[in-house]
């Protein structure tokens, strides 16, 4: 029953996370008092997660930015003083011009990820903006890129089946994602095709919260998976569970695929994985002869030297079985590429031929000395970019001026020289297209912005005014700028219920028939165009080139990874609010590897490679295998961090990074 002065308003959750989730909002005499998951949505059906449950203590807590901030002690020390928002405006337009000066507008580079995945407040009108200065370009991705075009290389496109149709499923295969932790609202869907006698298997070389849930587990060694998918590839041709079929009419190169497995045995699968030969063909026998089967996948395999050609190999298996043929079969990964005839955030882009820098190199390209003013915002690089201590000696340089758009003093944050506050996603309008699910989410402002935070658009219009860009663009309001985006979208009907589903069909049956994006509409088991760019025209497995040589390898024996670990953590937000509940850090090692260091559990262990060398407290663990390691990753700077540790070498395509080709050496500290 409503209350005088009380109000709800709907919302959607803004984090890089695939659930989307619809939420209410009860605001009293201005202030939000109660959040919680909207009902009435048909994907998150009433529920948010243990880090939003919690989201009202991150908006009003008390170390929230709520002024602008003015460096005043050493880079890093987090020494700042409150200014106005006109000082600071003039200060970064006067460094700024002066950078454009001296340097060029390519000194000048904007860093940004998916803090909030919102379209308008995740990119918009900073695109015009930096634009107009003539700024480098940001390439690459942290996250979801390289599995984008891995698929790609296979179908012509990412796109994939809905996730939701996983219930239809009879065998479901969870291959490198973690699913009761990063996509938790999908798990009512698989649970319902479970009580239909769905099996369900995880592929993962960590026994993961999902791992534990699966019917069957498979355990391969890192990295391996792309030997293991050839193998059954092998096997399903070799037995004949093929759709021959779907495959004469839908696909192409099958003759040289066939060729090129014939000797991919699960024997020779077997040594490189570190599985069963058994296991490989039971795995083949059960995909071969059960229909429908539905592969899901997000993100975990990205974060490999090979992590285009794992989503390029995986998108093979099925085609190869006609799995696409049936309502509960095929693949999925995000659904981005669904909404993109309705969501054109294309028309916030402006031309620009200038210089490309990586996301992933940020300290390469500072320490490149190339870098004179950089902006960032929607992002932690410092915690979340490999290679840690790279960017962190970029962010040093005193030559470097450094602005930074944050809800909370990160670890980037203490390294600006000026620090704007951020509006969150109770305080600012904005629109979510989700990556796990089809719907729409529209975010109603709940609450006025706290103490002068602005939303990322207003900085964007400030910005452009204190340095004299006179284009109207940036007179835009964030309601326009939300329906210039939107096609054919019912924007009314989403306001008033918090989502609208996309304009499709309800059944989506992608390659039914078919009528992959490729140009000759086929599925490419055979690929010339990666064949021209040197990554074999058929999907190959290569080791890791971290630790090639046996020098290497014998100096740093354990394979480190570094996932998402945490029920209260969102990448590396909440964990300075929920880091002491989580347990961590930690570095989890195998019981063996323990023993034959002389590591007992809670022992300080040093842990090291040539990047870094980080101390923490050891946890003996039956979820790993010998050989491999974990250090949760999430955890700011003052706690020891993962990144230190991690590789930087790019992925083979699609501008991923490896942070899983790591390899480490431990040692108990006396
Ligand atoms: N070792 C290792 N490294 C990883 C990963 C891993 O698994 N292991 N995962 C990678 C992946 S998949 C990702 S997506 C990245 C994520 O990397 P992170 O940068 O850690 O991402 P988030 O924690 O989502 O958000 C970053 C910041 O955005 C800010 N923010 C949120 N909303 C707004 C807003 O409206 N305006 C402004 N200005 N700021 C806002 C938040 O306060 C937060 O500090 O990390 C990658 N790094
Ligand atoms: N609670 C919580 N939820 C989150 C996030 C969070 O930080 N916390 N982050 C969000 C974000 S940004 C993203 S991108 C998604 C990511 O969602 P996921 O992709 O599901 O999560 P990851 O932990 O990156 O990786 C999933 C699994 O891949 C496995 N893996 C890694 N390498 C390999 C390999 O070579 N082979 C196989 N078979 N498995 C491998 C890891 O062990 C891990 O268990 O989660 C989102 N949801
Ligand atoms: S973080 Fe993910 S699971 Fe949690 S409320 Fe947001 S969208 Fe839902
Ligand atoms: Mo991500």
Known sequence: MSQPGRTTVLGTCHHDCPDSCGWVATVENGVAI??????????????????????????????????????????????FRRASWDEALSLVADRVSAVVKVHGGEAVLPWWDAGTQGL????????????????????????????????ASTYGSGLGADPAEVRHAKLIILWATNTRLTNRHLWPFIDEARKNGAKVVVIDPIKTMTAGSADWFIQPLPGTDIAFMLAIMHVLIRDDLIDRDYVSKHATGFDELKA????????WAADICGVEVSEIEALAREYGTTAPSFIRTLIGAEHREQGAMFFRTLAILPVLTGAWRHRGG????????????????????????????SMNHLGRALLEDRIHALFVWNGNPLISVPSADLTRRGLQREDLFTVVSEQFLTDTARYADVIFPATTELEHFD???????????????????????????????????????????????????????????????????????????????????????????????????????????????RPSREGVTSEARARFPLMLMT???????????????????EDGPYFEIDPADASARGIGEGDHVRVWNDRAEL???????????????????????????????????????????AYSDTLVEAARVE
């Not at 919680?36 to 008390?62: A, I, M, Q, T």
């Not at 090129?260 to 024997?267: C, G, I, K, N, Y």
């Not at 693949?331 to 820098?357: H, I």
């Open 330 to 357: 095929g693949l999925a990964r995000s659904v981005g590429s669904w909404s993109a005839d309705q969501v054109k955030e294309e028309v916030f882009d402006v031309p620009s031929e200038t210089r490309q820098v």
């Open 34 to 79: 109660k959040l919680r998951g909207n009902p009435d949505h048909p994907y998150s059906r009433g529920e948010l997660c243990p880090k939003v449950n919690r989201f009202l203590n991150r908006v009003y807590h008390p170390d929230r930015l709520l002024y602008p901030l003015i460096r005043t002690g050493p880079k890093g020390s987090g020494e």
């Open 615 to 657: 101390t923490l407290r050891a946890k003996l663990s039956a979820r790993l295998r010998p050989g491999l390691a974990v250090i949760p990753w999430g955890w700011w700077m003052d706690a020891a961090h993962a990144n230190a540790l991690t590789n930087d070498t790019l992925t083979d395509w699609g501008g991923g990074v």
């Open 563 to 581: 996932p998402k670990n945490h029920t209260r953590f969102l990448n590396s937000s909440y964990s300075h609010h929920h880091g002491e509940k």
């Open 120 to 151: 308008i407040q995740m990119s918009s009108l900073d695109r015009r903006f930096f634009a107009n200065l003539g700024a480098s370009r940001l390439t690459g991705s942290l996250c979801g890129g390289t599995a984008k075009a891995g698929l």
């Open 431 to 541: 629109v979510i297209p989700a990556w796990g699910h089809l719907y729409l989410g529209w975010n109603e402002p709940a609450i006025k912005p706290l103490g002068e935070t602005v939303p990322n658009t207003e900085l964007w219009r400030r910005l452009a005014r204190a340095l004299g860009m006179a284009d109207p663009e940036f007179d835009t309001d964030d309601e326009t700028l939300i329906r210039s985006a939107l096609v054919d979208t019912d924007v009314e009907l989403m306001r008033s219920k918090g989502y609208v589903r996309l304009n499709l069909p309800e059944v989506l049956m992608p390659y039914a028939e078919g009528g992959f994006a490729t140009a000759d509409g086929r599925a490419a088991l055979y690929s010339p165009g990666l064949e021209q760019q040197g990554h074999g025209g058929l999907p190959v497995f």
């Open 260 to 267: 090129h497995v014939a000797d991919l045995t699960p024997e």
